[in-house]
């Protein structure tokens, strides 16, 4: 039963009973490339590490959205043509929607230490935003060559105080990427960051085989350039996969207020040791509150709730308008919605209503033909 229940909903669970399996590394357009788990593959296809595949038009009817970092199964391999078929999706451990990607368990967030200079309160916001996912987060930051050995001290005391224990580290020095190795292996890692921070050439290094597009630094706004468009995995030497993922300088920090404060190791710490008097503690200016105080990102902090609160009420003012449109599913499998046809004059009439219409029509011509003749 539990198997009829999964292959109705378009996900399976690994076990001996799969034929084929593999990870999605790459989405684009109505493609995907699947890594293979080698020990599922049959003996006429251990030449075959990738396919090339498609996604079965039942899963489309169902809406079932295929990802990077997918496990999927696959069917009807053809080995010679490298292609395949995706016939389910195992369920989820983690989903993100920003950068689009599966089963990340944990995230390698980039900055730069110069150039672009190190803007704190925008790496908060990545820092929340990587909390939030509920993952493992480390720290990296690059370009450490461009400053001098003392404020690098600053920034590593500094983020100490924050709760992180940063890598500092230099794309040019081989010896100090050693640091990055240990915290990759066996997972799946998400590089995030800001533009123009070194991701790119940091993933050249961890992957020699990977020759990744490396983009520069705005000499007008100090910003760094997009090269990475979308999102793919790569197998790690060893046992892991790194994703990388397109550059952005605002990520979108969308939890709800009472949320927040869960995603600052400062916070964490505060609250382990004491409670706060009330429960649901925004910690911005009620009695009792054991996390306002004097502590570096406590603006930061209150800054990104005035922004959770703005965001949670627009989305009560938009419960009401909800029911004034309706969902379907759009060609490429997602979800769309589109208003509703509020009054009934606008809507197309059902056949059954048009063929009443017209036998009542041909009724009242035949009683008009048999009235008599004055």
Partial sequence: MAAEIAESSGQFALDEETPLSGVVMAV??????????????????????????????????????????DRVQIEEPDWAGGRGAIAAVAPRDSEMNRPAIANVDHVLLVFALADPPLEPFQLSRFLVKAESIGVKVTLCLNKRDLLPLQEQAEWRDRLWQWGYAPLLISVHDPESLQTVYPSLQQRTTLVSGPSGVGKSSLLNQLLPDVDLRVGSVS????????????????????????????????????????????????????????????????????????????????????????????????????????????????????IETEPKLESKRYRRPSRRTQKQALKDLVDLEADDDNEPTP
């Fill in 28 to 69: 684009q357009a109505n493609f995907y490339r699947v890594h293979l788990d080698s020990a599922t593959v049959p003996a006429d296809g251990r030449d075959t590490e990738i396919l090339l595949c498609t996604r079965r038009s039942r899963l489309k009817k169902i809406g079932q959205r295929v990802m990077v970092g």
């Fill in 219 to 334: 000499g007008k706004l100090r910003h760094g350039r997009h090269t990475t468009r979308h999102v793919e995995l790569f197998e790690l030497p060893g046992e892991g996969f790194l994703a990388d993922s397109p550059g952005f300088n605002q990520p979108d920090v969308d939890c709800a207020p009472a949320e927040l404060s869960h995603f600052f190791p400062e916070v964490r710490q505060r609250l382990a040791a004491e409670h706060c008097q009330f429960h649901n503690c925004l910690h911005r200016d009620e009695p009792g509150c054991v996390v306002r105080g004097d502590w570096e990102r406590y603006e930061h902090y209150l800054v990104l709730l005035e922004e959770a609160i703005a965001r949670q009420t627009a989305l009560e003012r938009s419960r009401d308008a909800e029911s004034t449109v309706k969902q379907k599913i759009g060609s490429d499998g997602q």
